[in-house]
């Protein structure tokens, strides 16, 4: 009787995990474009993205007019998958982990950019950021201009999302080199329910 009152002991701890994991799988597109766009709306969208951590929808808005200044066949579109692993803190929703595999993987993601957790009753919001005028850690010959990757789970749709905007400039000044990265991809969690 003592060894199966032990036995029950051991795996009580292993039953009530104070984590759970999540994937979302996510299919999307990465765009790319060297093009330059028109100055007014790039410098007007970089200034209010310096404060990163508040944006509006008005910085947001300027950031895709910039974007839309490029015609259509400027920008290298091509089919991207994404993998989120997320382990959620079940006490209070927080994130405790999140990795995220990119398929084909996009070379300018920093994995060490700052990150802010924004939390609602809707689910999680981890924003990657980096400041302008910073030295990409990988592409030392770049500064970046505007640096946002957003990834997302909502609780009640079950699902993930992933938006990244990544504009860098060649620090020597060489025009028509400077990258301009757009990824955007959703798609489905697992678990599907709000019971994470």
Not at 5 to 12: G, Q, R, S, T
Not at 35 to 41: H, I, L
Not at 49 to 74: D, G, H, M, P, Y
Not at 91 to 113: G, H, R, V
Request: glycine share 4%; hydrophobic share 35%.
């Amino acid at each position: 009787m003592k060894y199966k009152l032990l036995f029950l002991l051991i795996l009580i701890p292993n039953l009530h995990s104070e984590t759970t994991k999540v994937i979302c799988e996510l299919e999307g597109t990465y765009s790319i474009t060297y093009e330059d766009v028109t100055k007014n709306y790039l410098s007007e969208g970089i200034d209010l993205f310096r404060n990163l951590a508040v944006q509006t929808q008005q910085s947001i808005f300027l950031l895709q007019k910039a974007k839309s200044n490029f015609a259509e066949e400027f920008w290298q579109k091509d089919p991207i998958s994404i993998t989120q692993y997320w382990e959620i803190n079940k006490k209070d929703d927080t994130m405790i982990k999140l990795n995220y595999i990119f398929e084909p993987s996009p070379t300018w993601i920093n994995p060490q950019a700052k990150w802010v957790e924004n939390n609602s009753d809707k689910g999680i919001e981890i924003l990657t950021t980096m400041m302008p005028d910073e030295i990409h850690p990988i592409f030392k010959d770049y500064k970046v201009d505007l640096y946002r990757v957003s990834n997302s789970v909502n609780w009640y749709t079950g699902k993930g999302r992933i938006d990244a905007d990544i504009w860098l400039t060649k620090t020597d000044g060489s025009k028509n080199k400077n990258p301009k990265v757009e990824i955007q991809g959703s798609g489905k969690c697992s678990p599907q329910k709000r019971k994470f």
